[in-house]
C-alpha cells in the first residue's frame, strides 16, 4: 500500500484538531489575562471550550482546524451549521458563541457578517442569507440542522446570530507556537520568551490531561485562569538572570541492569574505588540529569557566553579542596591500593557532603553541581583514585575524540 492510499485511513487530521483545540483554550486564556481575573474554562463539557464566571457558561467555543487551511465557512458550510445547531441545542441567551476556524470567510458570507465589530444590520443581513440556504435545504448532509433552524421564529433566530462571533483566520498547528509566544512578550525578555511557552506548554498538557480524566469520569472540574497565571509566573521566575528552570527532577532513575552495562568513563572511575554499586546507580543518575539540563540549556540559549565552562572550573576547585594531599608524601611510606582505594571513598564521600556551588544563585538542584562532577571525571578533567590518570590512560584518547 502507498502511502496516498494509507493517509486514507489515517486520523492524523483529527488528531491535530484535538490537539489544537486543547492549544487554542490555552492561548485564549493568555490573550484574557490581561482584561480578566475570575474566568474558568473547561474542555469538552458543554463545548469544545467553555469559559464560566460564578459557575454560569459565559462563552461557548467551537474550534474547526483544517490542515492548510482546507475547509470553508460559506453560507452552505458544514462546519458553520452544524455549530449553530449545536447552539440552538446546548447555548442559552446569556451565553456568547464563538466559531474559532482556521478557514477564512470570504466578504459578505453570512460567516464574514458575524465577525466582530459587526452591527445588528449585518447579523440581520446575516441572517437572511441563512435563511435562504436553509429553505433551499441544497445540502441533504445538512438537512437536520436546516430543520432545526428554521423551528426558531424569526426573533429567535436573531437572538441566536446576535450571541455568535465568528473568529476565522485561527492559526493552524504549526503556527499556534508563535501566537502563544507573542502572548507572553510582556513576560520575559526575546530570547526566553520560547523556553517559557515550551514549559507552560508542557504543564498545560499535563494539567489538561487531568481535567479531562475527570470531565471522562462525570466530574465536574474547571481549570482557573489564574492558575495558568501561576504557572506562568513561575516559569518566568525560573527564567531570571539569577535562576535557570529546572527539566529533569522526576527523571527515570536507572534501573541497576542499566548501571551494570555502562561503560562510560565516570562510571569505571567509580568502580575502580570500589564504591557501593547503589552509589554508583545514584552517580548515574546525577550525571544523567545534569547532562541534559545541561545541553537543554545550551540548547536554548539560557546561559551567558562561557558560562558553563566557568562553573565547571568553579567545580574542579571544589574537588582540589576535598582531593589534593594535604601533606607531602614520605619517600619511604609505600600505599597500598587498598588504602589509595579507602582514601579515595572517604574523600568523595566529603565532596558528596559539602555545599557545592549551583550554576546560578538561584537554582536549587543538588543533582546539577553532582552531576556535573561526574561529567568532568568522563572528560577525565578530574578523577577520585589518587592515581586516576594512570590507570585510566588506554581511555584517554577516547575521551579526546569525544571532546
Known sequence: MSIAESNRFSAAGSALGYLAQVEYALLIALQRMDTEDSLRLSLETVDDIVFEVGGQPQELWQTKHHVERQGSLGDASPDLW??????????????????????????????????????????????????????????AASADYYTRY???????????LN???????????????????????????????????????????RRTMVHLTKVARGEADWIDIREIEDQLHLIAQLLRDDNL?????????????????????????????????????????????????RS???????????????????????????????????????????EKRKFARTTYAR?????????????????????????????LQIGWHPDWLNLLKDRIAEVQDVA
Open 82 to 139: 452544524k455549530t449553530l445547531h449545536n447552539w440552538t441545542e446546548t447555548s442559552d441567551d446569556r451565553s456568547a458563541c464563538f466559531l474559532y476556524s482556521t478557514a477564512t470567510p470570504k466578504s459578505g458570507t453570512a460567516a464574514s457578517l458575524l465577525g466582530p465589530g459587526r452591527s445588528s444590520e449585518h447579523v440581520l443581513a446575516a441572517r437572511e442569507r441563512l435563511d435562504v440556504v436553509a429553505r433551499a435545504a441544497g445540502n
Open 150 to 160: 428554521l423551528s426558531l421564529n424569526d426573533v429567535q433566530r436573531t437572538g441566536l
Open 163 to 205: 450571541r455568535v462571533v465568528v473568529l476565522g483566520s485561527a492559526a493552524t498547528g504549526e503556527r499556534i507556537t508563535e501566537q502563544l509566544v507573542a502572548t507572553v512578550r510582556k513576560t520575559t525578555v526575546q530570547q526566553r520568551r520560547q523556553p517559557l511557552v515550551d514549559r507552560l506548554r508542557g504543564w498545560w498538557h
Open 245 to 293: 528552570p529546572l527539566d529533569y527532577d522526576n527523571e527515570p532513575e536507572p534501573s541497576p541492569d542499566e548501571v551494570a552495562g555502562d561503560d562510560r568513563v565516570f562510571v569505571e572511575q567509580l568502580q575502580i574505588i570500589l564504591l557501593h554499586h547503589e552509589r554508583i546507580r545514584q552517580a548515574v543518575y546525577d550525571h544523567n540529569r545534569a547532562f541534559l539540563q
Open 296 to 338: 537543554r540549556w545550551q540548547r536554548e540559549q539560557l546561559l551567558a557566553i562561557g558560562e558553563l565552562d566557568s562553573y565547571d572550573r568553579r567545580l574542579m576547585e571544589e574537588w582540589k579542596r576535598v582531593f589534593l594531599p594535604l601533606e607531602e608524601p614520605d619517600g619511604d611510606d609505600v600505599v597500598s591500593d587498598d
Open 351 to 379: 565532596l558528596q557532603e559539602r555545599t557545592l556551588p549551583e550554576i546560578r544563585a538561584e537554582v536549587r538542584s543538588g543533582y546539577i553541581p553532582l552531576g556535573s562532577l561526574h561529567i568532568l571525571a568522563d572528560r
